[in-house]
């Protein structure tokens, strides 16, 4: 029995043994595994650092582009109250155009037959000037035919 206790044991050797080289093994494995990922997570580190900094310069212009947008938009916003003032003025303009126009049409509707009487009048005279004129050019004309008709008796 005693062969039977030692052969036991030889074989409970032997598993620990083989054991002992699995585990063995497994933790190499295991430890190459882990450099890597050690070797990995610098890698990522130094990376994120390099982000951080891009982002953080990122941030800083996109603050000053909002900035710069905010002072234009003021500045817009001036511009669009100008013109909008421009366009009351323009409207206000126009308005008063229409009243002086109707103002001025009025006024010459009251006056039509005023002035197509002054009209009718200047047609008068003017009649009457040529007629004098035609009068005198005749009176010219009969004293010239008297003269010369003198000077050939």
């Known amino acids: 029995m005693q062969i039977i206790l030692y052969l036991s044991v030889a074989l409970i050797a ?64 001036s511009v669009v109250d100008a013109v909008k003032d421009v366009g009351t003025t323009v409207t206000k303009f126009n308005g008063t155009l229409k009243n002086i126009t109707k103002s001025v049409d009025t006024q010459v509707e009251e006056s039509k037959e005023k002035i197509s009487q002054i009209v009718q009048w200047s047609n008068v005279i003017l009649e009457l000037k040529d007629k004098w004129q035609a009068r005198k050019q005749e009176k010219n004309e009969i004293s010239l035919n008297q003269g010369k008709k003198f000077r050939s008796h």
């Not at 002992?20 to 650092?49: N, P, R, Y």
């Not at 941030?59 to 582009?65: D, E, G, H, R, V």
């Open 14 to 77: 032997i598993a620990f043994f083989v054991l002992v080289i699995f585990l063995s093994t497994t933790l190499k494995s295991f430890q190459v595994t882990l450099t890597s990922v050690s070797k990995t997570l610098a890698g990522l580190e130094k990376q994120l650092d390099g982000v951080t900094a891009e982002t953080t310069m990122l941030l800083q212009k996109t603050n000053a582009l909002a900035d710069d947008l905010k002072e234009k938009t003021e500045s817009l916003t």
